[in-house]
């Protein structure tokens, strides 16, 4: 299986990646976050209703992660590591759903979420591996025994 | 029971996990792997039960044998990866205050040590595997095992794979199906199969495309498997009740990458969209396909301005600290 991607809100604007997503068959996490972002975009400010943006994360398989206290606690840990918590609160709590290897955050601004290292790509890097991946994006070897 | 009944790590499954990790750790200098952690401590729950000592751990039958609730598991342990096979096992913190020189406690630090006796020695990793699923309850996740095994090893080895010996042994493991027990995969066995003899008879088998399709079978089967009342034991009804929920999402994601699969396959095979089982859910994934595309090119005017959102957004998400 290829290893989770864990969506930053930025990543929406790009259409034929969401259609690459619908067939792209590893987990898709959408933070709870990013969904409130998304939301607030398309219902308050674009007059969509609610039911419009959860078919659209629906039909392209992207689940939705709550915010929990495992995950609140990670952020925790980011915000004591790196400090700042005021300018990059939300990062934070994103970032804090791809604690844990392989996820990797999938973002337009990867400068955001450099704190991950190497578990950060654009939707470009995915969808054309080779082309402008700075690393290999395989956390682990091939040949590892999957059984 | 609560989740406070497992999380400390005073209690048995938290003191028989530090001695796993630690004893790993002063025989080979480095943490256990998840795949070590969890048959130590799947063979020791089992031994000791055995002897009449009951560690309650939590633990169930999932994707790799019998595997630790994570979630449930001591706050002491640490995972650096979310799959079994691949992460390995550390202890954070101090030892746990209850390890001493009481019976109990001796009882475990002797059975660690036997269980690393037998097992942490070459090949030792492997016959646990083995021991673990010796005592599988269903004769299904032996024989799928071992097809799943014999084309992984060839395909490691780039062996001249014999696709009829693949597909012999996968129609064998699933002449074992257990179908009363889990009827809703049960339903997909036939298209699985179907699909799978597509590829294993095809003049040029594609068995990345084998594995690949059969490791996702396989998962979605485990979702199924795990909530079977022979399958976990000290589960908190929360964590049940949350594998519950999540049945039909993992049903839906099941369905449509089996369908890209197939659709796949009839790109190189175009009388497949006449086959009485594939040839509709061929059908029905490309018009998924086509009306998400269209729901999708609707959209794309909307995000004029969404760079600007965001970043206003972000300016504005401060608490102050």
């Known amino acids: 299986m290829p290893d989770p991607l864990v969506l930053d809100s930025s990543v929406f604007k790009f259409t034929d990646f969401i259609q690459w997503l619908r067939r792209h068959h590893g987990r898709k996490i959408l933070p709870v976050v990013a969904y409130t972002e998304i939301s607030v975009w398309y219902v ?11 078919d659209i994360i629906s039909r392209a398989r992207i689940e939705l992660e709550w915010y929990t206290p495992h995950i609140a606690w990670r952020a925790v840990e980011f915000a004591s590591a790196l400090g700042d918590f005021s300018d990059h609160a939300r990062d934070y709590m994103i970032a804090a759903h791809a604690y844990t290897a392989p996820r990797m955050i999938v ?29 290999d994006g395989d956390s682990a070897g091939e040949n590892d025994s999957p059984i | 029971m609560k ?28 943490p256990p792997s998840g795949l070590y952690f969890n048959k130590m401590l799947s063979l020791l729950h089992l031994e000791l039960k055995e002897q009449g000592t009951d560690i309650h751990l939590p633990h169930c039958w999932y994707r790799h044998g019998d595997e630790v609730v994570r979630f ?124 799978m003899n597509e590829i294993y008879t095809s003049p040029a088998p594609d068995y990345a495309l084998a594995e690949e399709m059969s490791a996702e079978f396989w998962n979605w089967f485990c979702y199924f498997l795990r909530l079977h009342p022979d399958c976990h034991e000290n589960t908190l009804r ?62 794309k005017d909307d995000f004029k301005g969404f760079d600007d959102y965001l970043k206003k957004v972000k300016g504005g998400f401060k608490p102050g600290i």
């Not at chain 2, 406690?105 to 037998?118: C, H, I, P, Q």
């Open chain 1, 44 to 54: 308050s400010i674009k007059g969509k209703d609610q039911s419009y943006v959860d």
């Open chain 2, 72 to 195: 449930q598991m001591p706050y002491g342990i640490r995972w650096n990866h979310e799959e079994e096979a691949k992460t390995t096992v550390s202890w954070s913190g101090d030892m746990p205050r209850s390890l001493g020189d009481d019976s109990f406690s001796v009882e475990l630090k002797n059975a660690v040590v036997g269980l690393a006796d037998r097992y942490l020695v070459p090949g030792g990793l492997e016959n646990a595997v083995e021991e673990v699923y010796r005592r599988a309850p269903f004769e299904f996740q032996r024989k799928f095992r071992i097809y799943r095994k014999r084309l992984w090893v060839s395909r490691l080895r780039e062996e001249s794979a014999s696709a009829e010996a693949h597909l012999f042994s996968l129609r064998e493991a699933c002449d074992a199906f257990p179908a009363a027990e889990f009827p809703e995969v049960n339903a997909h066995v036939p298209s699985f199969l179907a699909a």
């Open chain 2, 238 to 299: 929360d964590t049940t009740e949350h594998w519950e929920s999540g049945l039909e999402w993992h049903a839906g994601e099941y369905g449509d990458m089996f369908a890209d699969h197939v659709v796949q396959l009839s790109e190189e095979n175009v009388r497949l969209s006449q086959h009485p089982v594939l040839g509709p859910i061929i059908a029905g994934r490309k018009k998924d396909s086509d009306d998400f595309r269209a729901l999708l090119d609707s959209s």
């Open chain 1, 107 to 135: 973002t337009e601004n990867k400068k955001d979420f450099a704190f991950l290292g190497d578990r950060v790509c654009s939707p470009d890097e995915l969808m054309y591996p080779g082309r402008t991946m700075d690393g």
């Open chain 2, 3 to 30: 989740l406070s009944d497992f999380k400390n790590v005073d209690l048995p499954v938290g003191m028989a996990s530090y001695l796993v990790i630690t004893e790993h750790q002063k025989r080979t200098g480095s």
